[in-house]
């Protein structure tokens, strides 16, 4: 009986050991994604079929975002120290989504939610080395790329000089 009790001590010092050098290497694992990326949105994805965790991995892969869904206990360690402020309130089941893009995690996350209402919810996130909640991360969500910005623009100005060309011809025709 001692023999068994030995063995069955061993096999679970040595399953904890494993276990204890997967949880590291996965805090590793986001400490690395935090680092490389401009922002980072956490989101509560509970309950979210795998379909459309399919879709919207497949539409933020698309967007330059990575995802990754992690236990919260592990989050919270690989977060310690990388941002300014105080960690946002990780509820439910979490994951974040990140990217060197400073707005297109949020942005991406965000247009998701607004399709598929009610799978996918902000709990906050990292802006600018500081920790933000979901307040926060809405404003940067709604925010336009930086390509509908450059068109909106170049729109503006291509305004005044269209008006002013048209004015011009229409002095033009009178003389």
Same mark, same amino acid.
């Given at each position: 009986?001692?023999?068994?009790?030995?063995?069955? !001590?061993?096999?679970?010092? &040595? @399953?904890?050991?494993?276990?204890?050098?997967?949880?590291?290497?996965?805090?590793?694992?986001?400490?690395?994604?935090?680092? =490389?990326?401009?922002?980072? %949105?956490? %989101? !509560?994805?509970? *309950?979210?079929?795998?379909?459309?965790? &399919? +879709?919207? #991995?497949? =539409?933020?892969?698309? $967007?330059?975002?990575? @995802?990754?869904?992690?236990?919260? &206990?592990?989050?919270? #360690?690989?977060?310690?120290?990388?941002?300014?402020?105080?960690?946002? /309130?990780?509820?439910?089941? %979490?994951?974040?989504? @990140?990217?060197?893009?400073? &707005?297109?995690?949020?942005?991406?996350? @965000? !247009?998701? $939610?607004? +399709?598929?209402?009610?799978?996918?919810?902000?709990?906050?996130? +990292?802006?600018? *080395?500081?920790?933000?909640?979901?307040?926060?991360?809405?404003?940067?969500?709604?925010?336009?790329?930086? /390509?509908?910005?450059?068109?909106? +623009?170049?729109?503006?100005?291509?305004?005044?000089? $269209?008006?002013?060309?048209?004015?011009?011809?229409?002095?033009?025709?009178?003389?």
């Amino acid at each position: 009986a001692k023999a068994v009790f030995l063995l069955e !001590n061993k096999i679970k010092n &040595t @399953y904890m050991a494993l276990l204890k050098s997967k949880k590291e290497e996965m805090i590793k694992g986001l400490e690395k994604a935090i680092k =490389g990326s401009e922002s980072v %949105v956490f %989101v !509560n994805f509970h *309950g979210m079929k795998v379909s459309d965790e &399919t +879709i919207l #991995r497949r =539409g933020l892969r698309d $967007q330059g975002v990575d @995802y990754k869904v992690s236990r919260k &206990t592990l989050l919270k #360690r690989a977060l310690l120290k990388k941002a300014e402020g105080e960690i946002p /309130e990780l509820s439910g089941e %979490v994951a974040m989504a @990140y990217s060197k893009d400073p &707005t297109s995690s949020a942005r991406e996350v @965000y !247009n998701f $939610q607004k +399709i598929h209402k009610g799978i996918l919810d902000i709990l906050g996130g +990292i802006f600018e *080395g500081k920790f933000v909640g979901k307040e926060k991360m809405m404003e940067i969500a709604v925010i336009p790329s930086r /390509e509908v910005l450059l068109s909106k +623009i170049a729109f503006l100005l291509k305004s005044p000089m $269209q008006r002013l060309a048209i004015a011009v011809n229409e002095i033009a025709k009178k003389k």
